[in-house]
Nanobody
């Protein structure tokens, strides 16, 4: 059983920063491929950032240079550092984990389906 618990979501002003965390109750956390996703009301869930078991990362274009995904394998925590937030970043953010080793680009793809989900944390960016 894999349990993922996100935290760190909040309401912030545009231009501000947040750091999201995802605590994972799994063994062999370091071997998991993981990602951050988000969903706005009425929109499909979209991938935001992915990280492979080797620490390699990938991002969607709209967050490149602003967001950073990272893992702390000693603490079993996945992070998403978000800087220069804008109103379009407003969404529920979810972390996902998969036991199969895949590339971070694969994590961002629609065919990465063998994964577990957290319950989400809300990020609201005010103008």
């Amino acid at each position: 059983q894999v349990v993922l618990v996100e935290s760190g979501g909040a309401a912030v002003q545009a231009g501000g920063s947040l750091r999201l965390s995802c605590a994972a109750s799994v063994s062999n956390f370091s071997t998991y491929s993981m990602g951050w996703f988000r969903q706005s009301p009425g929109q499909e869930r979209e991938a935001v950032a992915g990280i492979g078991s080797d620490g390699s990362t990938s991002y969607i274009d709209s967050v490149k240079g602003r967001f950073t995904i990272s893992k702390d394998n000693a603490k079993n925590i996945l992070y998403l550092q978000m800087n220069s937030l804008n109103t379009e970043d407003t969404a529920m953010y979810y972390c996902a984990a998969g036991a199969r080793r895949v590339t971070p680009r694969f994590v961002l793809s629609r065919i990465w389906t063998q994964r577990y989900w957290g319950q989400g944390t809300q990020v609201t960016v005010r103008s």
